[in-house]
């Protein structure tokens, strides 16, 4: 059974940085495509980064040159970090492999 637990959400600034993580569990992160969206309320969901298995990341254009994915197999988890977060990337994000996401961790930028 794949699960995906994200943490590292939270309240930062406009301009700060944070890091999210996304711990898998039930197969291998280099083996899958690994994404982060966003959603907010009322509003269609959003892809921010993903990794595919070999290794190629693609990003929406708004995050790019801000954010950055990887992961770590040994810890078979995934990252987001990101940087110079704006107050309009509030949202709650989500770590995904088709079909499965994670619950999701609370973003909050505050201008």
């Known amino acids: 059974q794949v699960q995906l637990e994200e943490s590292g959400g939270g309240l930062v600034q406009a301009g700060g940085s944070l890091r999210l993580s996304c711990v898998v569990s039930?197969?291998?992160?280099?083996?899958?495509?690994m994404s982060w969206y966003r959603q907010v309320p009322e509003q269609q969901r959003e892809m921010v980064a993903s990794?595919?298995?070999?290794?190629?990341?693609e990003y929406a254009d708004h995050v790019k040159d801000r954010f950055t994915i990887s992961r770590d197999s040994d810890k078979n988890t995934v990252y987001l970090q990101m940087n110079n977060m704006k107050p309009e990337e509030t949202a709650v994000y989500y770590c995904?492999?088709?079909?499965?996401r994670g619950q999701g961790t609370q973003v909050t930028v505050s201008s």
């Open positions: 039930g197969i291998q992160v280099r083996s899958r495509t």
């Open positions: 990794v595919t298995w070999s290794g190629n990341m």
């Open positions: 995904q492999t088709f079909p499965v």
